[in-house]
């Protein structure tokens, strides 16, 4: 293995580490501000992960919808509803053992799920030679007829969708 | 490997020469090279962020008719120094009920957020950071990371003026992310790429290759008045607001803290001038002469980053001229403005452009830059008209609601 | 070399988190912070499978950012949702929120 | 260089690195007497009334919420944008369209009156 190689594999330790270990402070921080702000640090830990796995348009994406919008919208909605925060009381509702268990039940499947598959252990594909602009090819296939056209259209539609519905619902005035 | 030409590369070679003499691995040794880079670029745009200081004292004098500082040195110029020595001996006191991590962060991710944007700043033809294919959004991105440390240090400041202070910046400045992220749709169109340095080439070198302020007028007002608002400068600057919130969200910071904001925020808009250069005035092109014949000598690095240097610092003085100018605006009227009118005109101005970029490009140059400019001014004045008419309307209906007590009191 | 199989992992680690999250909190608020760790999981397993699977087709990343409009939208909605309730009820409780309940 | 986010990366961290290091000085040759009246709250000389934590309007959640949903249709664009100089016109017209849908939830909100600053 070459010192790039190793680096890659510190670098990915690095990144999971904290996405999971942030992750692990969002659902067990007993302040809420402080859980969104850890939520910010395990979207910056995907955010790098991302950027191991070359997609540098996900990367950018990634901060500036998840860490620039929807983080502060979650901050915003926090500062909100802060009369009734209850930090002091419990968070975890009364049935959070059985949760866990769920939650580890899951882990477990899935990782035995994946690992009988067959593809489970590849190696990275490598990048093919001549694609000097990812992002363009990414807007190509998002505009092209053949591929990805109508998602595009819908995805609007699905935006406008929430945009209508969520001023709708937030916005009772009189 | 000439060193006029290219001299970040031949430096560059020359470092891992040495260190590949030391018996110093390839991927090592580069790694160390760009380390060294970088460092040296911070520690240079660190310097230029002292002179801001004083340029920024100086000019503010100018505007109120004084003399600004003066005593230390010509022109005052070692006074910035002077202001250091004074931050970093003054005691730091953190309030007793704040967040002690979070407040301590916010500073520091406010400067790292400005810093990170000289890595894709291109300063000559052969010399920037990295030419990322992303770069355009990679700028919205760090202004995401900046206005994350405004709400971070308003709340762990725990302090009723710092958290009004910075719900107000933040939602200024996420309201004006939406016509600045669609102003820099326009040239990312025009050049098909979102990378900088491809932005920068295509003004030159292009198919029309002609700036892109002469392209789309109107995109760069959007981009300089959201801009503006993003660096959250006057009339934006409803977060300090003296009278009513002291300063805003950085109320509780003091020393070397506080002059983490203070020169973030000079540091952000000098560097905002920097993109106005390179997103609509060229960049570091020196008016597109060096592609003439016989002037080819002025493509130099050299020159190249004087050139966007005294773009940025054009900008900066723009940003500033109408900073000490314009009184600060209501947030309702700052609000209204960039919803009812900039969001809508920006999405119109996109479509625009994204219709007749297609129809007009196979008419020569002349027609292409012609047609762009006439259209943009076009859909300008209509704006305009369409304001105009109802800011008349509002105005009727206030004096006919004035006119009636008025007469029913005189009879 | 990262083999595919950490990434997968990874990513069930963070949707199990996640999970646990949506179940156990109480604040509804917190109930949507793990449903964003759960998309962020799958997303996770689009891009790794994009990447070790066929990266010259854009299918995996064209998934991944139709699965941030969803996320946004996702968010948009239940926030809104949290924050209507709050406005009626003084409440962010998920248990306590039980207008519809017969 | 195949990964340009290790540039960014290293940039990151000593762009990190370099205001730490500033603010590291300071606290070590600024003087340290801390006491209880400096560490109160700063509230122009009054003495602090109440919980820092103040009610907020949800007016600017409204706002947050129509600058994610365009933030999003922003990341839809780009890439929309850099593709449209190499494809025929009708490229140009599916973003116009997609702009276009968008644009009607702008104007829903507007006339519903959610961006009034009441």
Redesign the interface.
Known sequence: MTAEQIIQQILFFISAALTLGSAVMVVATRKLIQAALWLIVSLFGVAVLYALLDASFLVVVQVVVYIGAIAILFIFAVMLTQRDQRDKGPQLNKSWVLAALVGLATFGGLTFLVSSWTGFGAAAAPIPAGTVDMVADLGTALVSVDQYVLPFEVASVLLLAALIGAIYVAYNRK | MNFWNDPVAFIADWLSGIFAGWGM?E??S??LV??IG??VL??AI?VVDIFLVWIERKVVARFQDRLGPNRLGPYGLIQPFADIIK???????????A?KV?Y?LA??LS??SV??LW?IIPLAPLAW??????G???L??A???G??SI??AG?A?????A??GA?RQ??TM??Y??PM??AL?IP??LA???SMQGIVEAQTFGEPGVWFILVAPLAALIFAISSIAELGRSPFDLNEAESEL?SGYH??YS???F??FYAGELLHAFTFGGFWGILFFGGYSVFGLETLPGLQWLSSPFIAVFMILVKALVGYWIIMWVKYTVPRIR??HM??FN??IL??LS?TL??LV??L???LLGYGTLVYVAGMFLANVLLAIVTIMILGAYARRQRLAEEAALQIPARAAGD | MIPLSWYLILSAALFSIGLFGVLARRNAIAILMGIELMLNAVNINLVSFWRYGSPAEMSGQVFAIIVFAVAAAEVAVGLALVISVYRRRKTVVANEIDMMKW | MPNPWVFIGLFIIIAAIIPIGAIVVALILGPKKPNPIKQSTYECGLETVGDSLVQFKAQYYVFALAFLIFDVEAVFLFPWAIAMNKMPLYVALEGVIFIVILVAGLVYTWRKGALEWV
């Open positions: 691995p991927f090592w580069n790694l760009f380390a970088i460092f911070i520690a660190m931050l970093l001996i003054k005691e730091d006191i953190t309030p007793r009920t967040d979070v301590n500073p520091i400067m790292s810093l990170i890595a950071g990295v030419d990322l294919n992303v355009v959004l990679y919205v991105a202004g995401a990371i206005a994350l709400i971070m709340w400041s725990d302090n009723k003026y958290l009004l719900f933040v939602a996420i309201s992310e939406i992220v669609a749709l990312v169109m098909g790429t979102m002291v109320i509780e020393g070397m803290k002059g983490m947030i309702d609000l209204a919803w009812k969001v809508p999405f996109i479509m994204a219709v970029n297609k129809l």
